[in-house]
């Protein structure tokens, strides 16, 4: 249908009926050029004529539009529509001179992906009605996943939405670390303690090697796939790592997320392709200074770590992301711009990307971000413009 009466009309359709078919003659070559490479420079440790800036949750129900075009619908099936995701997508970018967009999707589509039923939960959050409970259970799963033929949809999703940009800003794409999903599949949902999944750690340190192992060879193939499709920079999320101790994240953490980066960067270099890669291991300070030696370009931090002491346990082995308390952004504009000065002056303006400690909340008020990503870049040309 979208072949012949136009992408409007079958966005409109979609966002009506997110399960119909998606059919489009979109393909993942023959990009538009970029326009905006601030953010790609700033991964690399590269000059950039301000600080990029983006936020986590940037699509999301902060944005009436976003709550206009998600009312009524089931959450998942809107990550199956690659027109709605792309539509998603791109709604911050209307508003906000963000320097990245990062495609909208979940990070419980692998679950998905091995056979586990994931629901969104009104008031209660992502749900596995049978969440795992033993080891025996790991026989259910299907530990060899198809990614191009089970997350599909993620990768239309990204093809689309790298057209629809037309070049303006890079797109990235992202999963869920191996530990932090492990976690949703043995909690069944969200959880303050984590306490059932690290009773496994402790009760079942074998099965749980081999579910996180598990885990990462079907993230490294879903990776690839995603930068096949058009993503120009990977971010890894370790929500879940402050719930670990410094010895279980060296255990059951860390060698995963190493092994993800090393075998990406690994096969993209066989192509001769140099994507970016981001770890965000939120509350993971302990870790900082084996997280800088991990394969990736970028460490992202949450709000609990100055911006003076990441870059000197760094040691300027990586940029790093960050770190805004997301609260910060209920206080008047004038205080959000100072709060920022600070924070700019911490990080410096070189290998560093502004965003928040975590991602944006339902109820912040857009025109705060707006005063956040502004901030960020008036600052920091005048940081740069006293050098």
Same mark, same amino acid.
């Given at each position: #249908?979208?072949?012949?009466?136009? %992408?409007?009309?079958?966005?409109?359709?979609?966002?009506?009926?997110?399960?119909?078919?998606?059919?489009?003659?979109?393909?993942?070559?023959?990009?538009?050029?970029?326009?905006?490479?601030?953010?790609?420079?700033?991964?690399?440790?590269?000059?950039?004529?301000?600080?990029?800036?983006?936020?986590?949750?940037?699509?999301?129900?902060?944005?009436?539009?976003?709550?206009?075009?998600?009312?009524?619908?089931?959450?998942?099936? &809107?990550?199956?529509?690659?027109?709605?995701?792309?539509?998603? &997508?791109?709604?911050?970018?209307?508003?906000?001179?963000?320097?990245?967009?990062?495609?909208?999707?979940?990070?419980?589509?692998?679950?998905?992906?091995?056979?586990?039923?994931?629901? #969104?939960?009104? $008031?209660? $959050?992502?749900?596995?009605?049978?969440?795992?409970?033993?080891?025996?259970?790991?026989?259910?799963?299907?530990?060899?996943?198809?990614?191009?033929?089970?997350?599909?949809?993620?990768?239309?999703?990204?093809?689309? &939405?790298?057209?629809?940009?037309?070049?303006?800003?890079?797109?990235?794409?992202?999963?869920?670390?191996?530990?932090?999903?492990?976690? %949703?599949?043995?909690?069944?949902?969200?959880?303050? &303690?984590?306490?059932?999944?690290?009773?496994?750690?402790?009760?079942?340190?074998?099965?749980?090697?081999?579910?996180?192992?598990?885990?990462?060879?079907?993230?490294?193939? !879903?990776?690839? $796939?995603?930068?096949?499709?058009?993503?120009?920079?990977?971010?890894?999320?370790?929500?879940?790592?402050?719930?670990?101790?410094?010895?279980?994240?060296?255990?059951?953490?860390?060698?995963?997320?190493?092994?993800?980066?090393?075998?990406?960067?690994?096969?993209?270099?066989?192509?001769?392709?140099?994507?970016? #890669?981001?770890?965000?291991?939120?509350?993971?300070?302990?870790?900082?200074?084996?997280?800088?030696?991990?394969? %990736?370009?970028?460490?992202?931090?949450?709000?609990?770590?100055?911006?003076?002491?990441?870059?000197?346990?760094?040691?300027?082995?990586?940029?790093?992301? $960050?770190?805004?308390?997301?609260?910060?952004?209920?206080?008047?504009?004038?205080?959000? !711009?100072?709060?920022?000065?600070?924070?700019?002056?911490?990080?410096?303006?070189?290998?560093?990307?502004?965003?928040?400690?975590?991602?944006? !909340?339902?109820? #912040?008020?857009?025109?705060?971000?707006?005063?956040?990503?502004?901030?960020?870049?008036?600052?920091?040309?005048?940081?740069?413009?006293?050098?």
């Amino acid at each position: #249908m979208c072949r012949y009466v136009g %992408y409007g009309f079958c966005l409109y359709q979609f966002l009506k009926h997110p399960s119909l078919p998606f059919h489009f003659n979109f393909s993942p070559k023959d990009f538009p050029k970029l326009k905006n490479d601030a953010f790609l420079l700033a991964c690399r440790g590269q000059e950039t004529p301000h600080v990029p800036v983006w936020c986590m949750r940037q699509a999301g129900r902060y944005l009436p539009e976003f709550r206009e075009s998600r009312a009524g619908k089931d959450f998942f099936a &809107t990550c199956r529509s690659p027109a709605a995701c792309c539509e998603l &997508t791109l709604q911050p970018l209307r508003r906000f001179p963000f320097d990245a967009a990062i495609i909208f999707s979940d990070i419980l589509v692998i679950p998905q992906a091995m056979g586990m039923d994931v629901q #969104m939960v009104a $008031g209660k $959050g992502p749900t596995f009605p049978e969440p795992l409970k033993e080891p025996e259970d790991l026989l259910l799963l299907q530990s060899k996943v198809d990614v191009n033929k089970e997350l599909d949809y993620v990768f239309k999703a990204i093809t689309l &939405t790298r057209h629809k940009l037309e070049g303006k800003v890079p797109l990235i794409g992202f999963t869920g670390a191996p530990w932090t999903l492990m976690a %949703y599949m043995i909690e069944g949902g969200g959880s303050t &303690t984590q306490s059932k999944a690290k009773r496994w750690l402790y009760r079942h340190p074998e099965a749980s090697h081999q579910l996180l192992k598990m885990l990462t060879d079907i993230i490294v193939e !879903y990776l690839l $796939g995603q930068v096949a499709a058009g993503a120009q920079a990977l971010q890894v999320f370790e929500s879940h790592a402050g719930c670990l101790g410094p010895a279980e994240f060296q255990e059951f953490s860390l060698p995963y997320l190493r092994d993800i980066a090393r075998k990406v960067k690994d096969q993209l270099k066989e192509s001769g392709q140099d994507v970016p #890669m981001i770890v965000f291991a939120k509350d993971g300070h302990y870790g900082l200074e084996d997280l800088s030696q991990s394969h %990736y370009e970028v460490v992202g931090l949450d709000w609990t770590i100055d911006p003076r002491s990441a870059r000197e346990r760094t040691g300027g082995k990586v940029s790093l992301q $960050g770190n805004m308390d997301p609260c910060a952004l209920y206080a008047p504009k004038e205080r959000i !711009y100072e709060i920022v000065k600070k924070m700019l002056e911490g990080f410096g303006t070189r290998g560093y990307i502004a965003n928040l400690g975590h991602g944006l !909340y339902p109820d #912040m008020d857009p025109e705060n971000v707006g005063a956040f990503v502004e901030a960020v870049h008036a600052h920091s040309r005048h940081l740069l413009n006293l050098k």
